[in-house]
């Protein structure tokens, strides 16, 4: 298990040296450059900005943040967006949310 990952100021710097600032991943990202700041410092996640940062790094996930994005049962967006539907329609319908469908 890789545990090591960079510190905010290497994120910082790395991205400084290729001249990429958090309001560029921002854009990109479509979130706040404060957003980018609060995954960079590792405050809270949000895969879609640490893959950014990554790329933008040019370096493995992992290697930036440690194993703090391990997770194989990670779900695509559409598969959390078909989720959160079927939790909606069923509270809607006041019945029973149906359970996760395993997939292996």
Do not use: H, W
């Not at 560029?24 to 900005?49: H, N, P, W």
């Not at 790329?55 to 194993?67: D, M, R, S, T, Y």
């Amino acid at each position: 298990m890789n545990t090591k990952q960079m510190t905010f100021d290497d994120i910082q710097k790395g991205l400084n040296e290729k001249d990429i600032l958090f309001s560029d991943i921002a854009a990109a990202c479509e979130v706040t450059r404060s957003m980018v700041s609060i995954i960079a410092k590792g405050q809270s996640t949000s895969y879609k900005v640490a893959q950014s940062i990554c790329l933008a790094l040019n370096k493995p996930i992992n290697e930036v943040f440690g194993n703090k994005y391990d997770n194989p049962g990670r779900k695509t967006g559409k598969q959390r967006a078909d989720r959160k539907q079927q939790v909606i329609a069923a509270l809607k319908a006041n019945t029973p949310v149906p359970p996760i469908e395993i997939v292996a």
